[in-house]
């Protein structure tokens, strides 16, 4: 399985975080199934990165969209939001 850099790489993209952008934009035009088939893509032991991406690029109301499409459950959600947070890099204002 590729990186997620590897995966964005191949969609002309630069960095990780933009492969996650583009699968909230899969989802908010609709293509559930391509939504699917990018999250399938990801090696198992990125999953934190792209949930950390996902969590700091989407609103909530995508991230929980996403999340469930990619066959989350409830729990699992919740989990995301609740460890998730304490990856995400938090910046001084």
Request: net charge negative; glycine share 4%; charged share 25%.
């Amino acid at each position: 399985m590729k990186t997620l850099l590897e995966l964005a790489q191949e969609l002309d993209f630069e960095q990780e975080h933009e492969y996650t952008n583009y699968i909230i934009e899969s989802l908010i035009n609709g293509q559930k199934q391509q939504v699917k088939d990018l999250f399938n893509a990801i090696r198992p032991d990125e999953i934190n990165t792209f949930q950390r991406d996902l969590l700091t690029l989407g609103s909530e109301k995508y991230t929980i969209e996403v999340l469930k499409v990619c066959g989350y459950s409830k729990t699992q959600i919740e989990n995301v939001f609740f460890d998730g947070w304490e990856n995400v890099p938090h910046f001084e204002m």
